[in-house]
């Protein structure tokens, strides 16, 4: 990329997103963040219980990511967020105008797989169905690239990073 900007890696949850953004940060020579670690613990208690956390959960968090991604606007980052709902994406946008978004996208069965193979994290494959049945794809007026999750995570880093040096993502 030939101008910092803040690259946010979003998707459901087994798509890669804390595989995919430290590689991508990596390779474009930025610091990362990980959503997760922005969530408080009553967020973390929900989502382990099996329970989908609301709008008015989210908020907060969507917020922290906001300033996180504000305050790296001019030396850039990227930070992973499922931003499933173009109102999350707005909210990120209000904060930091200039992120791109990384849209990492894949068959409902690999991403099944992957959750089932998954250790010591806090979300469940229950919640799979109702991540996919939120997500709302970006929309053509929305800054943001689309990579399949099929690949090998170096590979869909290298895809990740060849959209993102698109003229249009600049």
Avoid at 39 to 46: E, G
Avoid at 52 to 73: C, K, N, Q, S, V
Avoid at 139 to 161: K, L, N, R
Wanted: charged share 25%; hydrophobic share 40%.
């Amino acid at each position: 990329m030939h101008a910092p900007q803040v690259v946010v890696v979003m998707g459901v949850s087994g798509t890669g997103k804390t595989t995919i953004g430290p590689l991508l940060a990596e390779a474009l020579g930025v610091p990362y963040a990980e959503a997760d670690d922005f969530h408080p613990p009553a967020n973390i208690a929900k989502m382990s219980a099996g329970t989908p956390l609301e709008d008015e959960d989210r908020y907060p968090w969507l917020d922290a990511i906001g300033g996180w991604a504000h305050d790296h606007a001019e030396q850039g980052g990227v930070v992973s967020c499922s931003a499933l709902k173009r109102g999350y994406r707005d909210r990120l946008r209000d904060a930091a105008p200039d992120i791109v978004f990384l849209h990492l996208t894949g068959d409902r069965g690999l991403i099944a797989d992957r959750m089932e193979a998954r250790k010591g994290h806090f979300f469940s494959e229950k919640m799979l169905d109702s991540q996919l049945a939120t997500l709302e794809p970006l929309q053509p007026d929305e800054h943001g690239v689309a990579v399949d999750i099929a690949p090998e995570p170096d590979v869909i880093t290298e895809h990740a990073v060849a959209a993102l040096r698109q003229p249009e993502h600049q």
